[in-house]
């Protein structure tokens, strides 16, 4: 069983929707990542969380916006997404946000737009 | 700038057959974390291992074993004795010391036979 729950594990969504994506870990963790995996490239991260504090935007489109309540949970907030948006949303978190720390995975959110 | 290259995109094996995953690595820094992960069909990433720069002893366990040459810059992971729960996609990946950043190769699918 995963220390981080991903849900929905599958999206289909239209492009004019707003839905959000949920991350929870129980690893007493305190970063977070979401990375985006699409089929014809590497895994790219997309945003970190350290202690709930925003630490890094990879350049991501405004249609995605993270949110970090407390150090166990992590949202993505989608609207208005393009059919490249279409990938696996994977979410991670680690002890901390240094460099030796592995980061552990969950199941990922499969998301395809309409 | 970091990267990671993993030149094989798919390998196909035999049951109980060995098979060699290659990694090669490109970062201007001196001290630096390796690691490598499995993604099986069901998508989440399975944290494998973590290797320091300073550390180049290989290492085994079980089935698995990982040869890090620092002077080629490449960090190999083999698996003896291939079984069929082996078939996953495998990602290398590099943290430098200073970063938030893990970067992913573009990982290698195995297929293992029966």
């Known amino acids: 069983e995963t220390g981080v729950t991903q849900t929905p594990r599958h999206l289909v969504m239209g492009m004019t929707n707003k839905k959000s994506l949920k991350c929870e870990q129980h690893?007493?963790?305190?970063?977070m990542y979401w990375y985006k995996q699409s089929a014809k490239k590497p895994l790219e991260l997309m945003f970190v969380?350290?202690?709930?504090?925003?630490?890094e935007n990879n350049s991501v489109p405004s249609r995605f916006s993270p949110e970090c309540p407390n150090s166990s949970h992590l949202f993505l907030h989608l609207h208005t997404l393009q059919p490249e948006d279409s990938a696996l949303y994977l979410c991670?978190?680690?002890?901390?946000?240094?460099?030796?720390?592995?980061?552990?995975f969950g199941d990922g959110t499969r998301l395809s737009i309409l | 700038a970091q990267k990671v290259t993993q030149a094989q995109t798919e390998i196909s094996v035999v049951e109980k057959e060995d098979v060699t995953l290659d990694c090669v690595y490109e970062?201007?820094?001196?001290?630096?974390?390796l690691f490598w992960y499995k993604q099986p069909p069901s998508g989440e990433l399975v944290f494998l291992i973590r290797?320091?720069?300073?550390?180049?002893q290989n290492e085994i366990s079980g089935r698995y074993s990982w040869n890090f040459q620092k002077s080629t810059s490449s960090f190999n992971f083999t698996i003896t004795a291939s079984q069929v729960v082996d078939s996953a996609v495998y990602f290398c990946?590099?943290?430098?010391?200073?970063?938030?950043?893990?970067?992913f190769g573009g990982g290698t699918r195995v297929l293992v036979k029966p």
């Open positions: 690893l007493g963790h305190n970063a």
């Open positions: 290797r320091n720069s300073f550390d180049e």
């Open positions: 991670a978190s680690s002890q901390a946000t240094a460099s030796n720390q592995p980061q552990h």
């Open positions: 970062t201007r820094d001196t001290t630096y974390y």
């Open positions: 990946a590099l943290r430098e010391a200073a970063g938030n950043k893990l970067t």
């Open positions: 969380y350290n202690f709930k504090e925003q630490t």
